[in-house]
């Protein structure tokens, strides 16, 4: 794990080491190192951030090969949770499907996300959601199931 400052934090997951729970963990206890300094998070921020990177993890796990990257930031009065992965594909919002099993995991993402965004890098790609800190974490509009609402960069 590399900690820059208060508000930034950076750490690698590789599969097998329960992941996504440590990952989950590391989301809710740096929420709570922001609290402890004086900056609240309501607990609907709290598990709306915690909800997303299971979700971004989760994703990065069954669609990329190697390891996965998970920073937090802290941006004004937003959370910004990235996770990076190898595999170069970009991730597609799918259209709502209640009778589809699995693959909803973008649908959550963009359903609490204030804003999404996924970028192509050099090597794969980062993937980002924010989240609001103080407690609004649903958008007034739902991203349009064709992908507006999403910003992708190529």
Known sequence: MRKTDDAHITDAFVRGDLSPSRARRLTVDFLQGLARRGRPVPPRAVEAARLVTSELLTNAYEHAPGPVLLELRLEGGLVAITVWD???????????????????????????????????????????????????TAPEHAPARDGRGTRVRR
């Open 86 to 136: 190898s595999e170069p594909a970009l991730p597609v919002v799918g259209d709502a499907d209640p009778a589809r099993v699995g693959r909803h995991g973008l649908e959550v993402v963009t359903s609490v996300a204030l804003h999404f965004e996924v970028r192509r890098e050099p090597v794969g790609k980062r993937v980002t959601a924010r989240i609001a800190l103080d407690g609004k």
